[in-house]
């Protein structure tokens, strides 16, 4: 491999800011879990998911014309962009209508199949980005972490709970796969606004109608706690913190950068503790430490 392709956008490793910004954004993932579980109570999961979609394209629309950037010019990059809108409304599909099924813990340990799913389809889609033995052992040890942290699953007990396994597992290729397309497709020439507007604007009637069909409805006004925690998912996690994702994944390694989403149920498991006071098991730091040293042997260089 030439030195250029080495440190071309498709394969560039991660810096020191790079990882910071990533580590803060699967911390404001994990705290996105505790914010759905604040509101699913009030607000149905594909509702929550619909409104927030639909909520951060209005305010990512208005920052990319505050700043100046091009939406509506043409270059080639539609059918791409629709193509990522689908997958990521599917992945919220599957997720929420397979958690009705199977146990949350299964439904982590499935999706989290997402960052092997990326290193597998970046040999094949993205030149130069493709892990050595080294990164794959590590990328499996992180793995096992969250293993130790959620438990290994069991065989499925029923029908019912292997087609919500399935689904997870759907979910986390649709994940995988939405990651790939901005990555090797037309949408690489963009900004990370537009590819995320992309993503809300289809999205988000896909997400309402799947509401409609599985019967979700409000009943009566959400809790102002409700209320606060889909806030925070509409204007933080989906209005600024995606945007921000899609960059880092037009300018760094998709295969790297997917590794550390590993961290996300494990600030996950630690927010619930913080703020829903749930408990914490003697294996979770045991869980931190095997994630970390996969993260470093990923992430180190040659």
């Not at 689904?167 to 963009?190: C, D, F, N, P, Y």
């Not at 945007?243 to 996300?264: D, G, H, M």
């Amino acid at each position: 491999m030439s030195i250029s392709a080495l440190h071309s956008p498709q394969s560039r490793p991660l810096d020191a800011l790079a990882i910071a910004v990533t580590i803060a954004l699967c911390l404001t993932w994990g705290f996105n879990q505790v914010a759905i579980k604040l509101a699913i109570h009030d607000i149905p999961p594909l509702t929550q998911a619909a409104s927030r979609s639909a909520i951060a394209a209005i305010l990512v629309a208005a920052y990319a014309r505050l700043r100046g950037i091009p939406l509506f010019k043409r270059d080639g990059t539609l059918l791409a962009g629709i193509a990522a809108g689908a997958l990521f409304a599917i992945e919220f599909l599957l997720l929420y209508r397979g958690l009705m099924w199977t146990t949350a813990t299964r439904t982590v340990l499935f999706l989290y199949t997402a960052p092997f799913l990326v290193v597998l389809g970046s040999r094949i889609f993205i030149p130069g980005d493709h892990f050595y033995r080294s990164q794959w052992i590590g990328l499996s040890i992180s793995f096992v972490g969250i293993v130790i942290a959620f438990g290994l699953p069991t065989p499925a007990a029923d029908p019912h709970q292997m087609l919500g396994d399935l689904m997870a597992l759907g979910g986390g290729a649709a994940w995988a796969a939405t990651t790939l397309v901005i990555k090797a497709s037309s949408l690489r020439r963009i900004s990370a606004e537009k590819t995320a507007l992309y993503q809300l604007v289809v999205s988000a009637p896909l997400l309402a109608i799947g509401a409609l069909l599985l019967g979700e409805r409000i009943d009566a006004m959400p809790s102002a706690l409700a209320l606060g925690a889909f806030v925070y998912q509409a204007v933080w996690v989906v209005s600024v913190s995606f945007v921000i994702w899609f960059a880092l994944v037009l300018r760094y390694s998709a295969t790297r950068l997917s590794a550390f989403t590993f961290l996300t149920p494990l600030f996950g498991v630690a927010a619930g503790h913080l703020v829903l006071h749930e408990p914490l098991t003697p294996a979770f730091a045991l869980a931190v430490a095997f994630v970390a040293v996969g993260l470093v042997l990923v992430n180190r260089p040659r």
